[in-house]
């Protein structure tokens, strides 16, 4: 269509005279189902066929299942059913590993959103998807400290409009719209298609001028091949109507929309908990949790007053390796949703010697709701020394349990697996027998 030659023309523009991108930042803000997974497909493959270096790529959306989607399900098939088909040489589909490798040593790789994913190699090129979904950093931070040695390296942000959670999207958008508004034509390149606020996107004239991918005629789009629009009039009329009007305006006008900024638990209450001179000791309970695609754990510790979370990785593999290679952990029990995610890494870790605690889905909802009541009581001393903790208490949901509740994992804007290890590890409260003193988890 249009406006992808459009973007892709300025986003991917090189100055003759060094042969560097004139951006190294490409921030692209545009409605939902307008084509933006062909402009990120077509300026990976750019990379793949128009450098004679070997390129290191990197692809991350708001969660793991997402990355291997689009990776695996959405752009190999394209590639491999292209003219282009040749380049490739394998497609990896092993959880957590997913990447397609091409013949001239390029590829492009799932990173998960853990702040240290990206340490320890360079990256040419980087994806970050679905950005309104992050309440903080932590995937640019773990992937702009790769780039910083590659001159020609660019990255990319990509995203429909947010709320007011979204605080790391606003940021980008801000900074974006001074870059425009100054042309300095390097460093940011920012493109955005959106219905403007005072007007109202659920008015069809006003859509036609304003989303791209729209048919400007009714009924199945007559266009050329070449720009042929892939949002019919009436498709677009009826998903509307049949969504929430915010979130309408939201994912269609890309207008920036209340809400979101409703947190479960307050900034201010969840603020006020914090301690950096809190430490769990004497006799303590371990929990583990794990996210629902496998993506990454968390292990977390309290003494029944103070709480901590330990570690936050990458995958599950290395959980039995954490409790086994200090035989004091295997003193101490570890609190576990046996209903969760964590039930793939149960039997293991009791064949390890892990004295764990099976937790009910009763027990759980008992759990989440005496930690709900301890930081709003301000009960409970959290040690600030985990950015995954913080944001999984900003984007946390709830889901209903009979008269109770438990953080739900389904519709949490963030990764609720930190949370659900304090949860777990604070409701235990400390064990029953006696335990030893822990300095160095």
Known sequence: MPWQRDAVDVACEFDPDTGLPYYGEVNLIVM???????????SLVDRFVSFTDRQRCVYSAQSGNDARKKLIEDWAPAIQ?????????????????????????????TMASLEASGHGF???FGMIDEAWKDHD??????????MLTIPDAQKWVVSTAGNDASTYLRR????????????????????????????????????????????????????????RH????????????????DEARRAYGNQWISGGGERVIPAELWDQVQDPDTAPEGRVTFAVDVNVDQASASIAVSDGEQVEVIVTREG???????????????????????????????????????????RSGPDVAAACGRMFNAVADGEVRVRPSSAELDAAVAGVATKPVGDKFVWSRQTSSADV??????????????????GIAVIDY
Request: with cysteine; charged share 25%; hydrophobic share 35%.
């Open 230 to 245: 892939t949002v019919t009039q009436e498709a677009l009329q009826t998903r509307m109507q049949g969504m929430e009007p």
């Open 32 to 42: 939902r189902q307008q084509g933006k997974t062909t402009i990120e497909l077509a």
């Open 316 to 358: 599950v593999s290395w959980l039995v390796d954490w409790f086994t290679e200090k035989p004091e952990r295997r003193r101490f029990p570890v609190a576990v949703d046996a209903g969760g995610p964590v039930s793939s890494v149960i039997d293991e870790l009791e064949r390890a010697g892990v004295r764990l605690e099976r």
């Open 137 to 146: 950093d932590r995937r640019e931070q773990a992937m702009d400290p790769a």
């Open 81 to 109: 059913q292209s003219k282009l088909a040749g380049i490739v040489d394998k497609v990896v589909q092993a959880n957590g590993h997913e990447s397609i490798r091409c013949k001239t040593g390029s590829f492009v790789e």
């Open 122 to 124: 360079s990256v040419h």
């Open 172 to 227: 980008k958008v801000e900074a974006g719209r001074q870059a425009a508004s100054e042309d300095r034509g390097f460093g940011i390149c920012y493109i955005e298609y959106a219905v403007p606020d005072d007007e109202d996107p659920f008015d069809l004239d006003v859509m036609l001028r304003y989303m791209p991918a729209l048919c400007r005629t009714p009924g199945p789009c007559t266009c050329s091949h070449q720009w």
């Open 417 to 434: 697996t930190p949370l659900m290890a304090v949860t777990l590890a604070f409701a235990a409260g400390p064990p029953k027998s006696p």
